[in-house]
């Protein structure tokens, strides 16, 4: 319960927050699938992998980009199946921050549709 309270209570501190706790699950994620790929690696060991040091790296871009599983073209089975989960990772954390960044956006333009902003002139004739 006081975890939820806790994330309830950093969550209402506004759209930064949001931001932080998505980057933090996207890092969170990275990390998952980094974990996920080491031990798919001890199992059936990828040949063309130079070193353990690739790892990360091939899972970034398959977390940033989808297309960029190809490079897991010549991998053996199981490595391309963590590349797979790895873009499916990608995706989920992508389109929750383009959701979050689009509803940014249409809020702040609500808000200048309403009409309540600040203005700083003066000396100024509104002819309506």
Not at 26 to 43: E, H, Q, S, T, W
Not at 110 to 124: A, K, T, W
Request: glycine share 8%; hydrophobic share 55%.
């Amino acid at each position: 319960m006081r975890l939820s309270y806790g994330i309830d209570n950093f969550m209402s501190r506004g759209s930064s927050s949001i931001f932080l706790a998505l980057l933090a699950l996207f890092l969170i994620g990275f990390l998952i699938m980094v974990c996920i790929r080491i031990i798919a690696n001890a199992f059936i060991p990828d040949e063309t992998l130079g070193s353990l040091f690739e790892i990360p790296w091939r899972v970034y871009v398959a977390v940033l980009e989808g297309s960029a599983a190809e490079t897991d073209g010549d991998s053996n089975w199981l490595a391309k199946l963590t590349s797979i989960l790895g873009v499916l990772v990608g995706l989920i954390l992508f389109s929750s921050m383009v959701a979050f960044i689009t509803s940014v956006f249409e809020a702040k333009l609500d808000e200048l549709r309403r009409g309540r902003s600040l203005v700083l002139e003066n000396d100024h004739t509104l002819i309506l």
